[in-house]
């Protein structure tokens, strides 16, 4: 597993967040023309609100996985350093993690790892360290085995 494949496979899945986000938009919208076509009253003013609530929600999911998608578009495929910093894949001996957007857990064929953002405390710790040293968070000792 290579950098190239990890950060693929994060762009390919906020690709697929971004997708399904707007599929769901799309719905709202329909459901939103058809409430206003067919309804009068309290009741459609309280189905309205909820259905402009949920468009807000969605916009602003929709928005968050954009600014991931920016993110880890700004990362150099050719720049490679041995201490962790942002874009780095760093494999230690409690997991291995992606120090680029906050996605979470992502699942790579049989390689799991946690995408974090660079601002995560976790990433904190471990930024400017390489392979052998060691870093303390919440009273666990990490130390690195590799960094790519």
Request: hydrophobic share 40%; proline share 1%; net charge negative.
């Amino acid at each position: 597993m290579n950098r190239e494949e990890i950060i693929s496979y994060c762009k390919k899945k906020v690709f697929e967040k971004l997708e399904a986000l707007n599929s769901e938009l799309k719905e709202l919208q329909n459901s939103m023309e058809n409430e206003t076509k067919s309804s009068v009253g309290d009741k459609h003013e309280v189905g309205s609100a909820m259905l402009h609530l949920e468009a807000e929600k969605l916009g602003q999911q929709l928005m968050t996985n954009e600014q991931h998608l920016e993110v880890l578009n700004k990362i150099e495929l050719t720049q490679i350093d041995s201490r962790v910093s942002f874009g780095s894949f760093v494999v230690t001996d409690k997991g291995s993690f992606f120090i680029s957007s906050a996605l979470g857990m992502m699942d790579l064929s049989t390689h799991k790892f946690f995408a974090l953002s660079p601002a995560a405390p976790l990433a904190k710790e471990m930024t400017g360290l390489q392979t052998g040293e060691q870093f303390k968070f919440n009273g666990n000792t990490f130390r690195i085995l590799n960094v790519l």
